[in-house]
């Protein structure tokens, strides 16, 4: 009996990650118990060493282990341009590209007053306050193109407004190598508007 309240209780902590239903992640508990017991046991060691030492970086929001991330502590980042992005996944796409050499702040999420969450659960008046310090000169806000994003950029842009900084938004367009005909019609309009 312990067996299966042992396993229950697996396949209900898989299930608390987004995108995973049950059946998914019965497959994965059982997976991992009759294929990989090796991997569940790193799996358990990676997953409590992370909650325990993985938090928010007191400067720009993101996962750390340290008081101060590595990107807010590098002085060959532009610190007069401050990058907002909703997670540290966005945080970490942009960083791929190699484009940016800013700092960053990270929401961890986006205004959602259906969901109940406001400006004060995504720390608005923390980048406020950073984003006022006298060395950003730049806000650039790259939140996503989704209605939330969008009303996150409109109030953070406000917000910016009030305090005297002008914000810059990512453009939006016609993807590399797409054509025309296959494009949705919001991409087109968004990129003949902000065409230059």
Known sequence: MAETNALDALIQALRRLPGVGVKSAQRMAFHLLQHDRPGAQLLSRALQDAAGHVHHCERCHTFTEDVICSTCLDPRRDHS???V???PADQSALERTNAYKGLYFVLMGKLSPLDGVGPKDIGLKKLFDRASDGLVREVILATNFTAEGEATAHV?????KARGLTPTRLARGVPVGSELEYVDLGTIAHALVDRR
């Open 81 to 83: 341009q401050l990058c």
């Open 85 to 87: 992005v909703e997670t």
């Open 156 to 160: 953070i842009a406000e917000g910016l």
